[in-house]
């Protein structure tokens, strides 16, 4: 019996060994990486040091309640602003990180990339940068 068994698992194994391969598809590979999604990465993961350096200091001066971000403002009210904000930046870093991988086999992605920096720009960092520069320097 076992030896039948042997017999025909060598069998299958001998099948599977003669099929063609293809090469696998990776979702994330960092040797697929172009420059142009590299520098789009890291000027979103600057965007998100900055935004946490801008919300920090704005909170600190100003108080949690002038988060603009419910969700953020809930984290920061309940484990304090800036353990809050390491997690959430932390995430968005590894977001982005992920992003990045897998920009190579998802094409609009690179595109997707570049508009969310320009809303990212105009929607925390500009925002952020003026209520600082008007109510604490």
């Known amino acids: 019996m076992q030896q039948a068994f042997a017999r025909t698992y060598d ?6 060994a003669a099929l ?5 598809r990776r979702w994330f590979s960092v ?3 172009t420059t142009e999604v590299l520098l ?3 000027i979103l993961a600057a965007l998100q040091v900055m935004d946490g350096v801008l919300t920090a200091v704005g909170v600190i001066h100003l108080g ?3 988060e ?7 984290l920061m009210e309940q484990i304090g602003a800036i353990p809050a904000l390491l997690i959430i930046k932390g ?7 992920g992003i990045c991988g897998m920009a190579a086999h998802v094409k609009w992605l690179t595109l997707a990339m570049r508009a969310i920096i320009v809303i990212y720009v ?3 960092v500009i925002p952020w940068s003026v209520v600082i520069a008007k109510h604490i320097l």
């Open 31 to 33: 040797s697929n990486i």
């Open 20 to 24: 063609p391969t293809t090469p696998s």
């Open 122 to 124: 105009g929607a925390a």
């Open 68 to 74: 603009g971000n419910v969700i953020i403002r809930t």
């Open 91 to 97: 995430v968005a870093l590894a977001v982005i990180v």
């Open 64 to 66: 949690v309640h002038v």
């Open 11 to 16: 069998e299958q194994f001998e099948r599977q």
């Open 40 to 42: 789009l990465g890291l």
